[in-house]
């Protein structure tokens, strides 16, 4: 088959996973003396909480093992293991290969971990689409996971949150969904960072807006548009990064996108910004609902800055994988409400002497 | 062969923050020399299982023996978990069996109170197996948490009920001059105390305590001799609480205590006075029941009822108080036990007294049930 | 600067703790874990390695407040005795409340963070249990 090299892949398995504990945004408010509106404003309701004994790469081992028991294929053919994350356990040592290792694909694979904000994960989605379409490896692991951090007190707090998605990406024959195109688009756009050795990031508030996120995931939607010759209205399903509720419904009217393709893929108001795993979550979630020859658009978007798209087609293999593991769904009714106090103690805001 | 022992001594378990692990010992086996009338031994057997984390001594046996001026002695050091000191007495049994030695000194000594209770929890976990299993934060109390309540559900035994063991444990030990907590308790305040590791409570366990405790054993009896040892012997190797095929009935304890029938003819139940490794209130019950002293799911029961106390029908088990009340300075307690049995055999016992005892037994199990260590005694009048 | 934790050690345990590898006796048929170099119900050498299953039933808990040092922040710590097929695991339960744990109850293995070596050591991952997720039963 000629064409494009992402028509010859596809999501082979896709896998969530959201920790337990959900903080109500109700309870920051009330410690950090902000407007009761404050979180409404957001469009934010509660986010999930990693629990004293998770960090990002035991959230991103469980979506991962979701998504290869969704794939149905052994461990040993996965060629490749990108982990995207801004919340590693090791500053330097990978977090890919105890994920690998504690799955069964190691050693022969290649494993990194990426960084670029919230969209590493996206850009080791984009890399895999090309390995296998090369013919390189046969099938691929790309993780996002993070346990996002934000400055006590800081307006990001209220949405940085915890949770992961995973996806294997393989030959476009036997997946559940396979790709149409990808475009991805970048700049130095300096909307939010965290320096090394620095526990918090910083942020340029209503900088990380509009010539960050919107220029950024416009630019990559329309990009993909043009070289696909789609319209908005051929999508079934858009997803877009979610640093809060209210800006992918924004990008989404600008687009000319109705509120309804978007909402079913809009999960931080629930669980708050999972950082790398933010889009990609949304697209599992639309995974987990979707019918064959639905087409889904997905947009995630990293600070720093930048953003990919893609156009992807579900097919009839979804239906027989879906049941294969647990729904977001699943995840979001396990739900153990905690109070700021506790929260403070899981996150290690506490200072404790060790 | 017979091994006699003829001294026999003891500190009272407590919190001896001013006393170091060696003036500890000291205080015990001088007193074990003198009262055997001895300055001179060809050997000292020590039991310590906690003394290199919480003392950082290598070599402890040889430091010791020279801080005790027992010049030119052999020493051996002995560790088998909470059962250190039994095996110590074993050894040195064989020492005088196999003829390398004719007198031999046994200390055991741990200090538990050097540094905080946290430190030695997470140092007493490494009795259990500790690649995997103590890897996790199960604790000194977790097994014996979950082993109790496998023990209440399977047997129907209410938490009211098991709250008998450790009241009987108190209600001897307030005559023990060594014990650390000599008072008695009320079953009724054993549910209500600090959680342990539910459904234990801190009524349940054996306290954090200093000890040491010495014996002299010698090969041949003279006047001062209070017991003779018939028996000292060991069954290590096999599945512990939680891998063996029924947790309440470890297969360890259930073959030295066939080895004691095999060797005397004398089964558990019909030995005198028993001092039993009941290091929480689960682990006495389930060693009470392996032993044959009660039927399966009913030791707590027989506690409460009386069997095991004085005027009972069973023997008197655990005089001393028991690990709960007598305490459990952990590489120490078996010679604890040994001394005290000899003690009461030999009629000189300070604490509570069973009147014409001519055999005593001390059986314990290492920390996770996979060894068991049992030693008799007989009077010598 | 100083190490707690082994490195070799948690490099060496990795297939028991992030896999349940255990070892089955070929003479007695028995399954035992962590593995052993023989066997611990027969003394058999002639061992091979398997692998537990990852689902199982919660036989007995205890809510464990005498907590060890460095074990505060997740006080009280729950341990669990696991029954997986044939197999009893001693380790933590996570992501529960005690008021939640019933003996019987379903658990599944999820990989945690077991310790971890103060602020600049190794961590280890390895297995604990939690109550079985719902939907969890479209798991393999």
Redesign the interface.
Known sequence: MEGRPEEKTGIHGWGVYV??YRLPMSEIARVWGWAPEQASGLGMKEKAVA?????S??MG??AAR?AL?RASIEASRVGAVFFGTESK??AVKPSAT?IA??L?ITPATMASDLEFACRAASEGLRALIGMVASGLIEYGLVVGSDTAQANPGDVLEFTASSGAVAYIIGPREGAVAHFEGSYTYVTDTPDFWRRAHQPYPLHGEGFTGEPAYFHHIENAVKGLLAELGLKPSDFDYAVFHQPNGKFPLRIARRLGIPKEKVLPGLVTPVIGNTYNASALLGLARVLDIAKPGDRILVAPFGSGAGSDAYSIVVTDAIEERR?????F???L??R?EIDYATYA??RGILN?I? | MEVYITGVGLTKVGRHFDLSLRELAARAAFEALDSARIDKVDAVVVASTLSYREAGQFDLAGHLAGALGLKGAQTLAMEAGDASGLAAVEAACSLIRAGSAERVLVVGVDKLTDY????V??DL?RL??A???A????????????????YM?RYGVGRDTLSYWPAMDHSHAKHNPYAMLPFAIDPAAVPRA???????TLLD?FPLGDGAAALVLESEPHGDARAKVVLATSAA???SF??NED?LAPESVGEVAARLREVTGIAPANVDVIELGDTFTSIGVILAESLGLSKPGRAAVDAMEGRFTLGGDGPVVNPSGGLKARGHPVGATGVYMVGELALQLSGEYPGLRVDGARRGLAVMASGDG?SAHLVLVEGVA | MSMDLSVP?TW???G????LEAARCKTCGRI???PMPAC??C?SRDLERVTLPSEGVL????????????????A??L???VRLGRV?V???I??A??SELR?GMEVEA??????SD??AGI????V?FRPK????S???
């Open positions: 920790p337990r629990g004293p004994d998770e960090d790469v035991t081992y469980e979701n028991r356990p090791y105890i290792e504690a069964g049941g294969l593991a647990p729904l769904d699943d995840y009714e396990r153990k103690k899981f404790v060790k | 905080v209770s946290s430190r929890y997470r976990q259990y197996e690649e995997v299993q890897l996790y934060d199960i604790g000194h109390a977790g097994v014996a948490g979950l082993l109790a309540r496998l559900e600090l959680k342990v590791a539910e459904p234990l366990s190797g096999y599945p939680t891998m947790p996979s | 050690e060496r345990v990795k028991p703790l992030y896999r035992h874990y962590p611990p119900y003394g036989e007995s808990y205890s809510v464990v407040y005498a907590v060890p040092e460095g074990s505060r922040h997740k009280p710590v341990l669990g005795l009893r001693v380790a933590e996570t992501d409340d005690p003996t999820v990989l945690r963070r077991i310790r103060r602020e961590i280890r991952y390895g604990m997720l719902k939907g969890g479209r798991g393999g």
